[in-house]
């Protein structure tokens, strides 16, 4: 049987009978174009552009044609399966308008792969990634003025797809909903640059596990997170990091992929994150890191599990660099302590100034606003 790069059965996926094509798509433009906020004020995810990308399935006749609408409320029966059975996945990417006025995005068929690995897996309608991504540039250039004037703010892209199927049971939908929202957001960081975060470490919750959904961006992974997020904050923390398993694996932080830097335990400078085993979401920086610091070829680059075991006898012999964390909100972002059994574990930062972090950030964001050339950037307009 065919097997997706994660490992998931292709045939899985609902067959989508009839594809749609960005060439097919129908534009209703709004009357006036609503106020464009100041992006240094933003709030995440607080403010919408004016128009959204909505495109109907259903197992009798395929896709409808893609429609560019106003932004609006959806209408929805009250059974629908993503509601009770959180028969939904999202994905999220950013435009971001470079020092040249054009606008791009950052690998994004890396997202629009991932994004049909998450339908297989909730067993909603595969489509051809490719024309999905052309439907998204054709939203993106519509509402381009939405895309903020700055080098530090960039467009949110959030698309959606959910299981409309109107019935209590706990079956495959035979209706879908894809729709894809944009919202400007400000700079992660302030001008100051970055701040550390902390790191609740308690084997008290579990993110994701072997045959779960940890790998996918599905809804229910994340509204099932909030309790921990919550306790994190009681305890002092900023967010949670996640551990796996009797031998407390260090997986992932809050909704961001984990990198240590550090010298190992047989004395070698390496960059260590863990591996792609179906409990952790396979993030476009995480991807794009690795890739960069192949690339380099100054330190070894590692993705294999690791024990907080190891981290603690790491941090404690003065071993660890770096530490942070790595998605699409922040691009990177250092970690500086971790409360782990009672213990405060303290990652001593001044001492190298997070050379490594800084690099990785600036490579990446360099490519972002267009500062450099390369086919990681995807022309908008
Ligand atoms: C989205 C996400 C990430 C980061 O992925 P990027 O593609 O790099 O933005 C990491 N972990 C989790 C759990 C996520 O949901």
Not at 264 to 286: A, F, S, Y
Not at 293 to 308: H, I, L, S
Not at 315 to 332: D, H, K, P, W
């Amino acid at each position: 049987m065919e097997k997706d790069k994660y490992g998931i059965e292709t045939s899985i996926s609902q067959p989508a009978i009839k594809l749609f094509k960005a060439a097919d798509i129908d534009v209703e433009f709004v009357k006036v174009s609503a106020e464009k906020p100041d992006p240094n004020r933003l709030m995440f995810g607080t403010v919408f552009s004016d128009h959204m990308l909505m495109i109907h399935w259903s197992s009798a006749r395929g896709w409808e044609r893609p429609q560019i609408k106003p932004m609006q409320n959806l209408s929805l029966h009250p059974a629908v399966s993503a509601l009770h059975y959180a028969v939904e996945l999202f994905e999220g990417l950013k435009a971001f308008r470079g020092v040249d006025n054009k606008i791009r995005l950052f690998r994004p068929m890396l997202n629009m792969e991932r994004m049909l690995h998450s339908a297989r897996r909730a067993c909603l309608p595969s489509f051809d990634p490719k024309e999905l991504l052309e439907c998204i540039k054709k939203l993106v250039v519509i509402d381009r003025e939405w895309v903020p004037y700055s080098n530090t703010a960039s467009l949110y892209i959030r698309p959606v797809l959910i299981g409309t199927e109107p019935s209590l049971g706990v079956k495959i939908a035979t209706r879908a909903l894809l729709y894809v929202i944009l919202s400007p957001v400000g700079p992660y960081f302030s001008k100051e640059g970055f701040s550390p975060v902390s790191l609740w470490a308690n084997p008290k919750y579990v993110r994701a596990w072997k045959g779960g959904t940890g790998d996918c961006k599905v809804g229910g992974n994340y509204g099932a997170s909030l309790l921990a997020q919550s306790e994190a904050l009681t305890a002092g923390c900023q967010q949670v990091l996640w551990l796996y398993g009797e031998e407390h694996y260090v997986t992932e932080a809050g909704t961001m992929n984990m990198f240590i830097y550090w010298t190992n335990e047989h004395g070698e400078e390496e960059l260590v994150t863990p591996p792609l085993d179906g409990i952790i979401l396979p993030g476009v920086v995480r991807q794009s890191i690795l890739d960069l610091a192949r690339k380099w070829n100054q330190f070894k680059v590692d993705e294999r599990p690791v024990t907080m075991n190891e981290l603690v006898k790491a941090i404690q012999q003065n071993r660890v660099t770096e530490l942070f964390g790595s998605g699409t909100a922040c691009v990177m972002c250092p970690v500086g302590r971790i409360l782990y059994k009672g213990e405060n574990l303290h990652i001593p930062i001044s001492q190298n100034g997070l050379k490594l972090t800084t690099r990785l950030l600036e490579s990446l964001t360099n490519v972002q606003y267009g500062k450099v050339e390369s086919d990681w950037a995807c022309l908008v307009i």
